[in-house]
């Protein structure tokens, strides 16, 4: 470890156990001296906006934005997970949700699930109240309510030392502050997520905000986690952001060394300007998929209407249950007769129908509970969502 100080910190011998280790204490945001800024960043950052501001444009142009909407904080929820090491995909957390469907695996889908219920209630209480500590504690007590981290303090700052790979302080791979730092460090954050001592660009903050709780490492468990979801809620609580449809998780999934690198480098070398390039070319990349992804969907939904109606009579209930498909994109008989409030047989002869268009597959190989799958919307929103395989 360096033991000069860095513009992000600086690393502090800790001796009061076993062995001595360093632990990193970040230094308060925005970085003395600022961002160099040069033509290529500059032009990085442009490109970065313009992505995220149409994406924002192609929400709001959305015929259902909570459809959408839906189904993204999903796929957020799933590829942030995974980076965790959850082998949950998007199949298995669609399931989970639909209480007329087959078991499946509840560790993994649990948490899944956890995500998509704290980032929900951190977006309806930010349009009550500021984004602040209290309210990430209470965020963080969604997250790991249930889970394995469960019994690691949910909704609580930690009060012990943790640490990032190795088994122990002395061999790990980080040291976040030690507890008593933590306040003062989170205060800090706190501080510049509000703009104090000065108001920074939405994309920046987010960013380095991102960075920043990454390296206090506050809770015993689900840090990464919620730090991507602080993300979202930066961009989402400035306005940059009408609704969460940038799953940045992707990025950071399919770039996880340069993506654990770069945070390190920040620490080591205060290497912002490195991390924050990573983190933008991420949002350019991601908004620009995004886009393209919404504009898939809506032409396929409009392609796989006008094929309903070719059914004559049976149109009217089969295209009753693909807007439901569009909503839950898996699932059940069962759910399909409650929601729509129709008998069992005609929720049947609806799907055999959609079936015989090839739009929808059976997709558990059940003969009771049958769940059936929209298979070509799916397939677009899978991509990228494969667990990760060591």
């Not at 001595?20 to 960043?41: C, E, K, R, T, V």
């Not at 399931?95 to 951190?122: C, I, K, R, T, W």
Request: hydrophobic fraction near 40%; charged fraction near 25%; include cysteine.
């Amino acid at each position: 470890m360096p033991s000069s100080p860095t513009r992000a910190g600086r690393w502090e011998r800790q001796m009061g156990g076993p062995e001595p280790f360093s632990a990193f204490l970040p230094a308060p945001l925005p970085p003395i001296p600022g961002l160099n800024q040069d033509s290529a960043f500059q032009a990085l950052q442009e490109r970065a906006t313009l992505a995220l501001g149409r994406l924002d444009e192609v929400g709001k142009l959305l015929p259902d934005p909570h459809l959408f909407l839906y189904m993204y904080v999903r796929k957020e929820a799933v590829l942030s997970s995974q980076i965790e090491g959850t082998q949950s995909s998007l199949s298995d957390l669609l399931l989970f949700e639909d209480p007329g469907a087959p078991g499946v695996p509840e560790g993994d889908a649990h948490e899944v699930s956890n995500y998509v219920q704290a980032m929900e209630h951190g977006l309806t209480s930010m349009r009550k109240v500021p984004l602040s500590l209290r309210l990430i504690k209470e965020i963080h007590g969604v997250l790991m309510k249930g889970t394995r981290g469960g019994d690691k303090q949910p909704g609580e700052f930690r009060r012990s030392q943790n640490w990032v790979g190795g088994t122990r302080p002395g061999n790990a791979l980080y040291v976040p502050p030690p507890p008593h730092e933590v306040p003062i460090a989170l205060g800090a954050l706190e501080k510049f997520l509000h703009g104090d001592p000065v108001q920074m660009p939405t994309l920046l903050k987010a960013g380095m905000a991102h960075a920043q709780f990454e390296s206090i490492h506050p809770f015993l468990d689900g840090n990464g986690r919620l730090g991507r979801l602080l993300i979202t809620f930066v961009l989402c609580s400035e306005g940059a952001l009408s609704k969460p449809l940038l799953y940045l998780s992707l990025h950071f999934k399919e770039h996880r060394k340069e993506y654990y690198a770069a945070l390190q480098r920040v620490r080591e070398e205060g290497d912002w300007e490195g991390w924050m390039s990573f983190y933008l070319e991420g949002v350019e990349a991601v908004a620009g998929q995004a886009c393209e992804t919404a504009r898939k969907i809506m032409r396929l939904f409009e392609q796989n209407h006008r094929k309903i109606q070719e059914l004559g009579k049976a149109a009217a209930t089969a295209a009753r249950v693909h807007d439901l498909l569009k909503k839950h994109c898996i699932i059940s008989l069962p759910t399909i007769q409650k929601e729509l409030k129709v008998a069992f047989p005609t929720a049947a002869k609806a799907m055999h129908n959609l079936e015989k268009l090839s739009l929808v597959r059976e997709y558990t190989g059940k003969r009771r509970n049958r769940c059936f799958a929209y298979d070509p919307y799916l397939r677009l929103l899978q991509e990228g969502t494969e667990p990760i395989r060591n």
